[in-house]
């Protein structure tokens, strides 16, 4: 009996020695046999909350003070998506505060100022005669100021000397056509017009793909929305490839809303969309992206001139037709300029990468020949460097 018992002892002693074991096993298969030491703790509990962390229950307000207080959210929201924007600028982490003063017009002009510069100092030097006059025609066509702008700028010069209203002195001659080329833009304004009834102001942005009518789009916006206007973005290129992407990110960036339509889908039905977007909810502006480039320019134009049409319907109301040129096409934006106008009616030229080009003359071109005022220039990549056109400063530039 003695024996039984015995017996009986070991085996249950070898069968929980046995259960440890496999639990044991299975514990190191979990933990990837990971001595203890080197196991990852786990996560301790959260505390739940105590009396001074507990929700506070609040009054309903008024729906007065909720359309306030969510309006009051929208735009501190908006306000920090262009602070973000401008960190983004600044650097990686934003690390460096942006510079948000409004680059200097000389500063960015080097190229232009530079051909043209040459030949001033040049004509400086010596008597004025029929060789001064071949110099600053030579000058200006190389600026790409156009034959008929600089047949006409010099043969008024030429009519003054002759008369004796200027004197035939260097510093006179040039004087009087620097007085000639700030006139070129008389009585211009760079302002962007509002609308002034009830519903949303619409600026249609128009130009070829490549000249940055996207990116102008989007600085345009962060500008608005930063002198607080409750602004909606429109989408309307549907058939370039990540167009609508490209806008998406510009509207996270500075704070507006976006209306976009699937790729190939009729652009005036983007614009119809974002214009009723924004009067459903009392935004100010509309700003409508459009296609630059289909299969045949005669389809892009009847294109635009559809767009323009539903643009133009109640409730929005179209102030702006802004084409959109690169700068360093020079002449080739003259044409382009002319083809834009005849189709949906230009009311002003947003001209880019100014600071990139020594054909800065194509504005003298531009204004003279096509009667177009310059609404705003590109003088470099961030937001702030999308300047008001102002001719004085512009002139100035280009002369030292």
Aim: glycine share 12%; no cysteine.
């Amino acid at each position: 009996m003695a024996l039984i018992i015995i017996v009986a002892v070991a085996f249950a002693v070898v069968l929980v020695l046995g259960t440890g074991v496999g639990v044991a096993t299975r514990r190191r298969s979990r933990t990837g046999g990971r001595p203890a030491h080197e196991r990852r703790p786990a996560p301790p509990a959260e505390a739940p909350l105590g009396p001074a962390e507990a929700p506070v229950a609040t009054e309903p307000a008024s729906a007065a003070e909720a359309v306030a207080a969510a309006q009051a959210t929208a735009d501190a929201g908006a306000g920090a998506a262009v602070e973000e924007l401008r960190a983004h600028e600044a650097g990686e982490g934003g690390t460096e505060p942006a510079t948000l003063e409004r680059p200097v017009l000389r500063d960015r002009l080097g190229k232009a100022r530079r051909l043209l510069g040459g030949y001033l100092d040049g004509i400086r030097g010596r008597a004025v005669d029929d060789a001064t006059f071949d110099e600053l025609e030579e000058a200006l066509l190389l600026a790409d100021a156009g034959l008929a702008t600089t047949t006409k700028v010099l043969d008024d010069l030429r009519a003054k000397v002759r008369s004796g209203e200027i004197e035939k002195a260097p510093e006179a001659l040039l004087a009087a056509l620097r007085a000639d080329l700030e006139a070129t833009f008389s009585g211009d304004s760079p302002e962007l017009a509002l609308g002034e009834g009830e519903g949303p102001t619409v600026w249609l942005f128009v130009g070829v793909n490549g000249v940055g009518k996207t990116t102008t789009i989007g600085k345009v916006a962060a500008r608005e929305r930063d002198a607080g206007k409750r602004v909606v973005l429109a989408a309307g290129d549907t058939f370039r490839a990540a167009a609508g992407e490209q806008l998406e990110t510009w509207a996270e960036r500075s704070g507006a809303s976006l209306v976009r339509g699937a790729e190939g889908a009729d652009p005036s039905s983007v614009i119809f969309d974002a214009v009723a977007h924004a009067a459903a909810r009392h935004a100010d502006l509309v700003l409508a992206d459009t296609a630059g480039r289909l299969h045949t320019k005669v389809n892009l134009m009847e294109e635009l001139r559809k767009v323009r049409r539903i643009a133009e319907r109640p409730p929005g109301q179209l102030t702006e037709v802004l084409l959109v040129l690169d700068a360093t096409t020079g002449q080739n934006g003259l044409v382009q300029a002319k083809q834009f106008t005849e189709a949906v009616g230009v009311t002003g030229v947003v001209l880019t990468k100014l600071d990139g080009t020594a054909k800065g003359g194509v504005v003298l071109a531009i204004r003279s020949e096509l009667g177009l005022p310059i609404k705003l220039v590109g003088l470099g990549e961030s937001v702030a460097d999308l300047v008001e056109f102002d001719p004085a400063e512009f002139v100035a530039a280009l002369f030292g």
